[in-house]
C-alpha cells in the first residue's frame, strides 16, 4: 500500500483530525485508569480499605488481559476485523466496565458481602476494574494500528507521540483533580462518576472517526482502481503468531515494555500516597506533583518522536530514558532525601525518560513487524506488558501492608497508616536496571538485523 499516493492520509488536514479524535478517545480512557490512585488516603479513610486491598484492586486491571489472553484476542480481532469493529468494541467495553465501577465504589448494598475471601465491595470494584482494562488496552492497540495506518512513511513518532501526550493528559487530569472532585461531591465515588460520563464522550468520538476510517478504505480502493496497483499482501493467519514470537527484536522491546511501564504506571499508583507518607504532603495536594510526571510527557513525548522521524536514533533514545528512570527511583529510594522540592524535580526528571522510551518504542515495532501483523504484535506486547501492570501494584501493596508500616497518623479525625516507601522504591529501580540491558540488547540486535531503529523515519517529507 505504500506505492499509492493520492488518498485520503495524503491531506494532512484529515490525517491529523483522525489523530485528535482516537486521542482524545484514550484521553477518557486515561482519566479513568490512574483516577484511584490520588483517592487511596480516602479509601482508607471512607471506605476502610488497606494498602493489600488496594493492591489488589489496582491489580484487577490486567486479570483478563493476562489470564484469559483477552489483550491476544482483541488483537486477533484487530488484524481480522479491523479498526472499526474493534474500536467500538473496545469502547463500548470501557464504558460497561467503568459503569459496574462506579456501583461498586457508590453502593452500600455490598457492605456485608464477600466473594473469594475478598470484601465485596473491593471484589465488585476489582471486576468493574479488570472489565474496563481489556476494553483500554485493546482500544490502545487499536489506535495504535490507526497511526501506522495513517501515518506509515511520513510522521508517525511524532503521530505516535502526540496520541501519547493527550493520553497522558488524562493520566495529568486524574492525579491532580481526582480529590478535589471528591471533596467538594463529599464522596470517594465521584471523580469515577466524572470518568464515566467523560468515557461515553469518548465512544462517541471513535464512531465519528470511523467514519472517517470508512472513507479512507474507500480513498485507497479508488486509488489502487485508478492506478491499476493490486495489494498483494496476504491477509493475518493465526500461524502468523509464531513468526512473532520467534523474532528475537520483538521479544526485546515486549521485555523492556513490561521492565519500564512497571516502573512507572505502578508507581504512579503509589507515588499521591508516597508524597504523604515520606515527603510530608498534604493528602488534598498530593496528587499535584505526581501530575506533574504526565503534563511534562505532554510536552516532551512529542518532541522525542519528531526528532525520531527526523534524525532516528531511536534505540539510543530508549537507552537514555531507561538510565533516567534508574536515577529517579534509586535517589527516591534515599531516606534522608525527603524534601519537597526534591519530589518535584525527581517527578520532572522521570517524566523526561517516560517521554523518551515510548516515542521511540512504539514507533519501532512496525519495523520489525509486517503491517498485517501488527495488531496482534501490538496486543502480544500489551499483553506482556499487562502482566507488570497486574503484578506489580499487587506485590507493592503486600510489600507495604508486610513489611513497610511504619505508624500511624490521623486524616480527618480517622486513623491509618503511615508507610516507609524505601523498599518498593529499591524495587522500582531494580525494574529500571532491567529495561537498561534489554534496551542495549535491542540496540545490538538492530545492529545486527538492520531493522532500521537508527535511523529516520520520514521517507519523503510532504
Known amino acids: 500500500m505504500e506505492s499509492i499516493t493520492n488518498t485520503l492520509r495524503d491531506s494532512k488536514a484529515a ?60 488483537g486477533i480481532i484487530l488484524d481480522k476485523m479491523g479498526v472499526r469493529f474493534t474500536g467500538k ?16 465504589i457508590s453502593t452500600h448494598s455490598l457492605d456485608s458481602t464477600h466473594v473469594f475471601g475478598m470484601r465485596g465491595q473491593v471484589f465488585y470494584a476489582a471486576l468493574g476494574f479488570a472489565i474496563f482494562g481489556v476494553g483500554v488496552e485493546v482500544a490502545g492497540i ?20 502526540l496520541e501519547m501526550a493527550t493520553a497522558r493528559m488524562g493520566t495529568a487530569l486524574a492525579l491532580s483533580t481526582s480529590v478535589p472532585v471528591a471533596k467538594a ?44 496497483i493490486v495489494d498483494e499482501e496476504e491477509s493475518f493467519r493465526i500461524s502468523d503468531i509464531l513468526k512473532i514470537v520467534t523474532n528475537k527484536g520483538w521479544w526485546y522491546i515486549a521485555i523492556l515494555c513490561v521492565l519500564f511501564y512497571s516502573s512507572v504506571f505502578p508507581f504512579l499508583k503509589y507515588a499521591s500516597d508516597l508524597m504523604v507518607n515520606k515527603f510530608g504532603v498534604d493528602p ?9 510526571l504526565p503534563f511534562g510527557t505532554i510536552l516532551l513525548t512529542p518532541l522525542f518522536g519528531n526528532l525520531y522521524d527526523r534524525k532516528g536514533k531511536g534505540a539510543s533514545i530508549m537507552i537514555l530514558g531507561a538510565v533516567l528512570l534508574i536515577i529517579v527511583h534509586a535517589l527516591f529510594s534515599v531516606p534522608f532525601l525527603n524534601q519537597t522540592p526534591v ?23 512496525p519495523k520489525i513487524i509486517p503491517e498485517k501483523q501488527l495488531g496482534t504484535a501490538y496486543a502480544m506486547i500489551f499483553w506482556v506488558q499487562n502482566w507488570g501492570l497486574m503484578g506489580v501494584p499487587a506485590l507493592i501493596g503486600w ?9 500511624k497518623h490521623l486524616i480527618d479525625g480517622v486513623e491509618v497508616s503511615s508507610y516507609n516507601y524505601t523498599i518498593p522504591m529499591i524495587i522500582f529501580t531494580g525494574f529500571g536496571v532491567l529495561a537498561l540491558v534489554f534496551a542495549l540488547l535491542l540496540k545490538a540486535e538492530d545492529k545486527k538485523k538492520g531493522y532500521g531503529l537508527e535511523l529516520p523515519n520520514i521517507k519523503n517529507l510532504d
Do not use: Q
Not at 510489600?399 to 505508624?407: A, E, P, Q
Open 284 to 292: 488534598e495536594f498530593a496528587g499535584s506533583i505526581p501530575a506533574l
Open 142 to 161: 487499536t489506535v495504535s494500528k490507526i497511526i501506522v495506518k495513517w501515518f506509515k512513511g511520513k510522521e508517525m513518532a511524532l503521530a505516535m507521540g
Open 185 to 228: 461531591f463529599g464522596h470517594v465515588s465521584a471523580p469515577i462518576l466524572v470518568c464515566l460520563i467523560m468515557l461515553c464522550i469518548g465512544m462517541i468520538s471513535f464512531f465519528i472517526y470511523a467514519v472517517m476510517d470508512k472513507k479512507l478504505d474507500k480513498s485507497i480502493a479508488a486509488e489502487a482502481d485508478r492506478s491499476g
Open 15 to 74: 490525517r491529523w483530525t483522525a489523530l485528535a479524535v482516537v486521542s482524545f478517545t484514550m484521553l477518557c480512557g486515561y482519566y479513568l485508569t490512574d483516577v484511584m490512585a490520588p483517592l487511596k488516603p480516602m479509601l482508607e479513610k471512607e471506605l476502610l480499605w488497606n494498602s493489600a486491598e488496594y493492591g489488589v484492586f489496582t491489580s484487577a486491571y490486567g486479570w483478563f488481559n493476562v489470564f484469559l489472553l483477552m489483550l491476544i484476542l482483541g
Open 399 to 407: 510489600v507495604l501492608n508486610k513489611y513497610c508500616i511504619s505508624g
Open 343 to 365: 519530589a518535584i524535580f525527581l517527578i520532572v526528571v522521570l517524566g523526561i525518560g517516560f517521554s523518551l522510551v515510548p516515542s521511540a518504542m512504539w514507533p519501532s515495532v
Open 89 to 104: 468494541l473496545a469502547t463500548i467495553v470501557m464504558v460497561l466496565g467503568t459503569a459496574l465501577k462506579y456501583w461498586a
